[in-house]
């Protein structure tokens, strides 16, 4: 394995960067990874990882997670601000000579479908695709591990889900498949200037993923269409911004209309195996759906 030297993974504590981290660790590579401040959970690290506090808003903190880093994978908030974040993370990638640059997005980025939230991450890959630095864009789609982080105790509560999606089908992707392209990209040839629309196998009806998650679970998971307005406004009751849930709300409006459901070769291209099924993530993440002894 050529040496990459330090490998530098933002938001490495998240669903993404954590997979992303515990790849390239079996790989042998030398890993730092970011926690947003304050890390609440810090004593609890992985000792082979290390971790750094920052706060991407506030330049000056990036200064030491970027230290003697040469390669540089970036995963920031979802919010308004992740054009201005990503900024401070280029700028001093570009100062501290970071060899190649790998920017997590979002399928849809740019095209003007599914409101504003890929809007947000169009406007930060303009900021990648404007350095000079070598530059890799992913943009997956929805993640199948939602339905175990997000929609996971209520399916083991209430036996199922609620979501303003219509009819509408989506390529969910699964993460294990997101941070392996992430991967190749980061340590291998072949990538530089690239934009690449991460997806699974298949667009799945929410009905149809509920009958996978039944199978899966040995019990039946149903589907509930939620009226979308009432979904948005028990988002803001639980503390999420009105911006960010008036994203969600016109996220889930392109989702019914369609705009979430193309299917991309990169995972086979890249990997070289078939993109991860819905009935397989089901398989391996049946405990997350089942109540616990």
Same mark, same amino acid.
């Given at each position: ?85 990503? =900024? ?8 501290? !000579?970071? #060899?190649?640059?790998?920017? @997590?997005?979002? *399928?849809?980025? $740019? ?119 009432? =979904? ?8 999420? !911004?009105? #911006?960010?849930?008036?994203? @969600?709300?016109? *996220?889930?409006? $392109? ?39």
């Amino acid at each position: 394995m050529a040496d990459t030297g330090t490998i530098l993974v933002t938001g490495g504590v998240g669903t993404v960067g954590s997979e992303v981290v515990r790849l390239l660790l079996a790989d042998g590579h030398r890993v730092r990874a970011t926690a947003h401040f304050p890390d609440l959970e810090a004593e609890s690290r992985v000792a082979a990882v290390d971790y750094v506090e920052v706060e991407y808003l506030r330049a000056e903190t990036l200064e030491t997670a970027l230290r003697g880093v040469s390669r540089l994978m970036i995963i920031v908030p979802e919010t308004p601000d992740s054009r201005r974040a990503t =900024a401070n993370l280029m700028k001093a990638a570009e100062i501290d !000579g970071v #060899e190649r640059v790998v920017k @997590l997005s979002f *399928l849809n980025a $740019g095209t003007g479908k599914g409101g504003r939230v890929p809007q947000w991450h169009a406007r930060a890959e303009k900021v990648v695709r404007a350095s000079d630095v070598p530059w890799t864009i992913l943009r997956p789609n929805l993640f199948m591990q939602n339905f175990a982080t997000l929609y996971g105790p209520s399916i083991i509560t209430q036996g199922g889900f609620r979501l303003p999606l219509g009819d509408g089908r989506v390529s969910y992707v699964d993460v294990r498949d997101v941070a392996a392209v992430a991967v190749a990209a980061l340590v291998g040839d072949g990538f530089e200037g690239r934009t690449l629309d991460i997806t699974g196998p298949e667009a799945y009806s929410h009905d149809r993923i509920a009958e996978m998650l039944s199978t899966a679970v040995g019990s039946p998971v149903h589907y509930v269409d939620e009226n979308g307005s009432d =979904a948005r406004v028990c988002l803001e009751r639980v503390g999420e !911004g009105a #911006e960010l849930a008036a994203g @969600l709300e016109e *996220l889930w409006e $392109g989702v019914r209309a369609g705009d979430f459901a193309a299917v991309s070769p990169v995972v086979p291209d890249v990997l070289g195996r078939p993109a991860t099924g819905f009935a397989e993530f089901a398989r391996d993440y049946r405990q997350l759906f089942v109540p616990t002894e």
